[in-house]
């Protein structure tokens, strides 16, 4: 496994479909701002070796084996679900523009197949489960029934917004790592606002590497899920008041969580490879939800991806204990849970929604100040 940062793409090259083609004239089709953050993520290459949406034979073979049709690994269908009729007219058009939610061209489809797919087989697939009350699955059932593919070009960023501005493409971490001197950099993948459990697995994690990547996922989430907006600014305040210097870097991922537990572990890895990461945190139940994974899956599913260039770590879960008067983990600290500080993330949410903030042990107080000064600090 490579230990230099600069550690090869996945598939060996960096993708870049961003490529200046005209769209005038052109068949055009509105898309989610998911599906537009996709699209983004295909031309940067943080979804390399992918240039545009899965064909028929990778969707199968991702779905079925985790893999890409030439057997490299990809456990994430990328996929652009449309209607019947769109998907007869985008194949007839051949070419066609696809427009944001606020009706910007941002890209256009080199239109390669249209075909329809089994959503239950789908969701057992990637998800393996077909309950409706995964949240992943209640996506893939409400999904079109076509599925189009093709290489795409990348022809106008949307607007900036606030949210965007800690957006980076591997072009620039790769930069930014290089810059900073760091040969060996441990990903850290993030929903949710620093625990300061979470911080001192970061900082555990850059006690024997150079730097630590700190990469939320700003998207689409579920009910209950912190805003985006929290979670950055959470991040940007514990970064600048707890850090020292050039040892952090913080940039945001957009992209939809799946949830897809073990499977989207892979995808979590493959991405931050991309960026330019030789290591990545993968925790309990990692991308997990509910019941619905073993929680020690995701650390599992490693053993049948061998080949990855990026090295999983694991950590058991951090807390502080008010006998050892440290952070510490299940492996280290001999005490009963009594004297353990831990928080559930139902047990967090009450807090806050009451008000009140939870312990200096489990959130640094500015964080705390943070979420508790938000109007609405939760996904309705």
């Given at each position: 496994?490579?230990e230099?940062?600069s550690?090869?793409?996945?598939?060996g090259?960096?993708?870049?479909?961003?490529?200046?083609?005209?769209?005038?004239?052109?068949?055009?089709?509105?898309?989610?701002?998911?599906v537009?953050?996709d699209?983004?993520?295909?031309?940067?290459?943080?979804?390399?070796?992918?240039?545009?949406?899965?064909?028929?034979?990778?969707?199968?073979?991702?779905?079925?084996?985790?893999?890409?049709?030439n057997?490299?690994?990809w456990?994430?269908?990328i996929?652009?679900d449309?209607?019947?009729?769109?998907?007869?007219?985008?194949?007839?058009a051949?070419?066609?523009?696809?427009?944001?939610?606020?009706?910007?061209?941002?890209a256009v489809?080199?239109?390669?197949?249209?075909?329809?797919f089994?959503?239950?087989k789908?969701?057992?697939?990637?998800?393996?489960t077909?309950?409706s009350?995964h949240?992943?699955v209640?996506?893939?059932m409400s999904?079109?029934?076509?599925?189009?593919?093709?290489?795409?070009d990348y022809?106008?960023?949307p607007?900036?917004t606030?949210?965007?501005?800690n957006r980076?493409?591997?072009l620039?971490?790769?930069?930014?790592f290089?810059?900073a001197?760091w040969?060996?950099?441990?990903?850290?993948q993030?929903?949710?606002?620093?625990?300061?459990?979470?911080?001192?697995l970061?900082?555990?994690?850059?006690?024997?590497?150079?730097?630590v990547?700190?990469?939320?996922?700003?998207?689409?989430?579920?009910?209950?899920?912190?805003?985006?907006?929290?979670?950055?600014?959470c991040y940007?305040?514990?970064?600048?008041l707890?850090?020292?210097?050039?040892?952090c870097?913080?940039?945001?991922?957009?992209?939809?969580?799946?949830?897809?537990?073990?499977?989207?572990a892979?995808?979590?890895?493959?991405?931050?490879q991309?960026?330019?990461?030789?290591h990545?945190?993968?925790?309990?139940?990692h991308a997990?939800?509910g019941k619905f994974y073993?929680?020690?899956?995701?650390?599992?599913?490693?053993?049948?991806?061998p080949?990855?260039d990026i090295?999983?770590?694991?950590?058991?879960?951090?807390?502080?204990?008010?006998?050892?008067?440290?952070?510490?983990?299940?492996?280290?600290?001999?005490h009963d849970?009594?004297?353990?500080?831990q928080i559930s993330?139902?047990a967090?949410?009450?807090?806050?929604?009451?008000?009140?903030?939870?312990s200096?042990f489990i959130?640094?107080?500015?964080?705390?100040?943070?979420?508790?000064d938000?109007p609405?600090?939760f996904?309705?």
């Open positions: 496994m490579s230099n940062s550690i090869k793409p996945h598939g090259v960096l993708v870049n479909r961003i490529i200046k083609t005209d769209p005038s004239g052109l068949f055009s089709i509105t898309i989610s701002e998911d537009a953050n699209v983004e993520n295909i031309a940067d290459g943080i979804f390399s070796p992918l240039e545009g949406f899965l064909g028929k034979a990778d969707f199968e073979s991702v779905v079925s084996r985790g893999r890409l049709s057997d490299l690994a456990t994430i269908p996929v652009l449309v209607d019947e009729e769109t998907a007869t007219k985008m194949k007839e051949k070419d066609v523009l696809l427009k944001n939610p606020d009706d910007v061209g941002v489809l080199h239109v390669d197949e249209t075909f329809t089994d959503k239950e789908a969701a057992q697939g990637v998800y393996g077909t309950d009350s949240p992943g209640a996506y893939t999904m079109k029934d076509f599925l189009v593919s093709g290489k795409i022809i106008q960023r607007n900036d606030e949210i965007r501005k980076l493409t591997p620039q971490t790769r930069e930014a290089a810059k001197g040969n060996t950099i441990c990903a850290f993030t929903r949710n606002p620093p625990h300061v459990a979470h911080e001192m970061q900082k555990t994690s850059i006690t024997t590497r150079d730097g990547f700190v990469n939320p996922v700003i998207g689409k989430k579920k009910s209950g899920d912190f805003v985006d907006e929290v979670i950055v600014k940007e305040t514990m970064i600048k707890y850090y020292p210097e050039n040892r870097q913080l940039g945001t991922l957009h992209t939809q969580m799946k949830y897809a537990g073990p499977k989207e892979i995808h979590h890895a493959i991405m931050r991309n960026y330019g990461c030789t990545i945190i993968i925790g309990r139940d997990g939800v073993d929680p020690m899956a995701a650390q599992k599913i490693f053993d049948d991806y080949e990855l090295s999983p770590v694991f950590f058991p879960p951090f807390f502080y204990c008010r006998k050892c008067l440290t952070y510490t983990t299940p492996k280290a600290c001999p849970n009594d004297v353990k500080e993330g139902t967090l949410r009450e807090m806050i929604q009451n008000g009140q903030a939870p200096e959130l640094r107080p500015e964080v705390a100040q943070v979420i508790l938000h609405k600090p996904v309705d």
